[in-house]
């Protein structure tokens, strides 16, 4: 991978020695070495030595995998936050489905469900149609976090269109209709699920709900419940949540 890099760039540019190139590949290899020792300090400064001695070298690729290692290093420790600003980094530097899965996930993690949702509809480009079904579904989870069950239920729908056959979007999707005050669809839902295969208890306790709230207009619901959370991404007030 390292030749191939580097091979790309001297093409570009026609402009490195062969004893830059020996130069340049041992400080690499020295760089993945750093990287998978997690010695992230040292990769910084190594890179950055490396973009000042030769600026017509092109790193980002290198950059990318610096900050897209670091964030797994956050991650594993369940640094959530952190891990989002080094996906981020990793995506600008390198744009792929690999580093858009990486920062979306990082965004679910750490409670940006806007942020997540926002950025995988942006970046669709990026996503290959073997795993557009994952994208849809993480889509479909942020809007139902943010209580926006309309966006939930228009993604869901797509995801059945793909995955007709995984019932557990059916399930999802009554589910939404219901949370969008919506029982008569959740009801057909749940009818049409039940003629896939026999529903489960939970499912049927739904359907239950789904049709006395068909039969009564909802009438009698009387109950309120409210719950919120607070996500603060700038660091300077993250010191305020707990009063919040």
């Known amino acids: 991978m390292i030749f191939l890099m580097l091979c790309t760039s001297i093409l570009a540019k026609k402009s490195f020695t062969n004893k830059e190139i020996r130069e340049i590949n041992i400080e690499l290899k020295e760089c993945k070495n750093l ?43 369940n640094n959530f936050y952190e891990a989002t600003i080094e996906y981020r980094k990793a995506f600008e530097y390198k744009p792929t489905e690999v580093t858009l899965n990486s920062l979306a996930t990082a965004y679910i993690q750490n409670k940006q469900f806007f942020d997540a949702s926002n950025l995988l509809e942006s970046n669709s480009k990026y996503i290959s149609e073997i795993n557009r079904a994952k994208y849809e579904q993480k889509i479909a989870f942020a809007y139902a976090q943010m209580q926006n069950f309309q966006g939930a239920i228009y993604r869901t729908k797509k995801l059945i269109s793909l995955q007709p056959k995984n019932l557990k ?51 009698l619901d009387v109950a309120v419940s409210s719950s919120f959370e607070v996500q603060l991404d700038n660091q300077k007030y993250r010191e305020y949540i707990p009063t919040i």
Do not use: C
Request: hydrophobic share 30%; aromatic share 10%.
């Open 35 to 77: 990287i998978q020792e997690e010695k992230y300090k040292a990769t910084q400064k190594k890179l950055s030595t490396l973009h000042d001695k030769y600026p017509d070298l092109d790193i980002t690729a290198w950059w990318s995998n610096y900050h897209q290692s670091l964030g797994r290093f956050h991650t594993k420790k």
């Open 169 to 219: 979007h059916w399930t999802a999707l009554s589910i939404y209709y219901m949370k969008n005050s919506q029982p008569e669809d959740a009801l057909e839902v749940l009818e049409e699920l039940e003629t896939m295969r026999p529903l489960k208890r939970s499912e049927k306790e739904l359907k239950i709900q789904a049709s006395q709230k068909t039969k009564i207009g909802n009438k």
